[in-house]
């Protein structure tokens, strides 16, 4: 995945992965925790692109009344 690849280069630059990528199925995404050089935790996500539905528009009418 693209997650694993990022890591994978994180890692290879230095970087403490502090959390290796993690799966959700239900939830259709992918998750890992890297920290910064002040120790703060930087969460990364991979959401699956298919399952990212655009908001559909409300059915309202402007100005009638």
Known sequence: ???????????????KV????RRNESLKL??????DPDGYAIELLEIDSN???PPQPE???????
């Open 1 to 15: 995945t693209d997650l694993q690849n990022m890591i994978a280069r994180l890692k290879s630059n230095g970087v």
């Open 59 to 65: 059915n309202t009418t402007v100005g009638q009344r």
């Open 18 to 21: 502090t959390i290796e990528p």
């Open 51 to 53: 399952e990212i539905r």
């Open 30 to 35: 992918s998750w890992a925790f890297i920290s």
